[in-house]
Nanobody, 127 residues
Framework: QVQLVESGGGLVQAGGSLRLSCAASGRTFSLYAMAWFRQVSGKERTFVAALNPSGDSTYYGDSVKGRFTISRDDAKNTVYLQMNSLKPDDTAVYYC????????????????????WGQGTRVTVSS
């Protein structure tokens, strides 16, 4: 089992940057695909980015391509989301998620395919 704790959220002006972190417990972090989702109050959780266990394959939602970067540091059991050129539409609660990786899997943008979730960190982008 994996426990996830996000940090790094806050208030930033449009055009600014933030880096979110997600610290994972457990010794098998390197066996999990990791992802970030976000949710605006009253709306469904939406996919932001995903990263495979080896860190050499990524997948981004259309609205963040070219602005956000997902990465991982297995030595620190941490996944990051670097967010640049932030827009007011990026305002949301950001959640980290983990999916045990199996042979034949591909990166997924479906939230139901991720087994473990953090508590979320709020990002507010002012105009």
């Amino acid at each position: 089992q994996v426990q996830l704790v996000e940090s790094g959220g806050g208030l930033v002006q449009a055009g600014g940057s933030l880096r979110l972190s997600c610290a994972a417990s457990g010794r098998t972090f390197s066996l999990y695909a990791m992802a970030w989702f976000r949710q605006v109050s009253g709306k469904e959780r939406t996919f932001v980015a995903a990263l495979n266990p080896s860190g050499d394959s990524t997948y981004y939602g259309d609205s963040v391509k070219g602005r956000f970067t997902i990465s991982r540091d297995d030595a620190k059991n941490t996944v990051y989301l670097q967010m640049n050129s932030l827009k007011p539409d990026d305002t949301a609660v950001y959640y980290c998620a983990a999916r045990p990786w199996k042979y034949g899997y591909s990166l997924s943008y479906y939230s139901h395919e991720y087994d473990y979730w953090g508590q979320g960190t709020r990002v507010t982008v002012s105009s």
